[in-house]
């Protein structure tokens, strides 16, 4: 009879040599005879880690903190598997805990995901205090540069520009320098320049996390749908929990009427709490499509809720109410969308007529 020890060793030469599913294999079947072992629950999460199993990796991590709440390891490793899965707010408490538990081994590691996982959140200047810190350690590191400097772009432009040189004067040829150039065409909507730098960083870094989608997302914005959805593929490929492009490949399918595809990815979206009410309004354009006026109505609804001026939502209401006969409620979305139309339009001529003022 095979014993735990026999089982632990096979699995740490399994690491060794690279075969992390047969070493996942060894720690389980180890863990079927210590179930007890919060370390062999530990390792295993590291293993499913390197396998990009990251789902996988929560479920043992949780289960060695279970058994050892202080292993610092296990909460610096589910929080960023928490963070590659979106649930953002537990890989912060994670993150922190690991940081509290061994400020000095988990300080290089935790400092710079939770600095990317505060930017996740949208809590720019948060992000920028946690990779400031993580910088001081490693000044001339390329990535916590970069992730630095895409965090200050939002609300210190200035301070960006100088990161993004010391990057330049580190290493010009850096694909995070290429890839930052493209983001910078990107939202100058330089869109075939940017295309062009993110190709240059794809052929230097071909397995970044992220570079397929901003390929795939560059095509989308120039309605170039096909190529769009070849490269959005390509990212949930090597990132089935990527938000953005299942948000984005939603709104292809909604566009070529394919809604049944489109919801698949659209609920993807949306359960990653993705902060985009477009993700209801796409839902309910790819309901309506499937004849489910109701559910459609809500996810409108949604839209309304968070966007009152907006008048193509009206529109839509009124719609779907149309569909379900609701005439009341038609006439009243109707209302809205003529009044708030009005208003658009009111507002336009009194730019036009400002403007030739000048």
Request: glycine share 4%; charged share 25%; net charge neutral.
């Amino acid at each position: 009879m095979v014993t735990a020890r026999q089982h632990l060793q096979a699995a740490l030469s399994a690491q060794q040599q690279g075969q992390f599913g047969k070493a996942a294999q060894e720690y389980e079947a180890a863990l079927k005879i210590v179930p007890g072992s919060p370390d062999v629950f530990q390792n295993l999460g590291l293993v499913y880690h390197l396998m990009n199993q990251y789902q996988n990796a929560i479920s043992a991590f949780e289960k060695a903190l279970k058994l050892d709440p202080q292993l610092w390891a296990s909460n610096l490793f589910l929080g960023i598997a928490c963070y590659k899965t979106n649930q953002f707010d537990r890989a912060v408490v994670a993150l922190k805990r690991a940081l509290d538990l061994n400020p000095k081994s988990a300080e290089i590691e935790g400092r710079y995901w939770l600095g990317v996982t505060y930017k996740a959140l949208g809590q720019h200047q948060e992000a920028a205090r946690e990779l400031e810190k993580r910088l001081e350690l490693t000044p001339r590191d390329i990535e916590v540069l970069y992730a630095l400097s895409d965090t200050c772009r939002s609300f210190a432009p200035e301070k960006s520009a100088e990161l993004l040189q010391r990057m330049l004067e580190i290493d010009p040829h850096s694909y995070r320098v290429k890839q930052m150039e493209a983001e910078v065409l990107e939202q100058q909507e330089k869109y075939p320049q940017a295309l062009e730098a993110y190709q240059a960083a794809y052929r230097l870094k071909p397995d970044l996390p992220g570079l397929r989608f901003a390929l795939g997302s560059v095509h989308w914005k120039m309605r170039q749908f096909d190529e769009a959805a070849r490269w959005l593929g390509k990212e949930l490929d090597f990132n089935p929990h990527h938000a953005l492009s299942h948000y984005q490949l939603g709104n292809i399918y909604v566009y070529q009427n394919q809604p049944a595809k489109a919801l698949v990815h659209l609920q993807q979206a949306l359960d990653a709490k993705v902060p985009l009410t477009d993700v209801h309004r796409d839902l309910g354009k790819a309901l309506v499509q499937l004849k489910r006026y109701d559910e459609a109505v809500h996810h409108f609804s949604r839209v309304a809720e968070a966007e009152p001026d907006d008048d193509a939502i009206h529109a839509l209401l009124a719609g779907a109410y149309r569909k379900l006969g609701r005439r009341d409620e038609e006439e009243k979305e109707l209302r809205l969308f003529q009044e708030l139309n009005q208003k658009k339009l009111e507002r336009v001529q009194r730019q036009t007529q400002s403007a030739r003022r000048r």
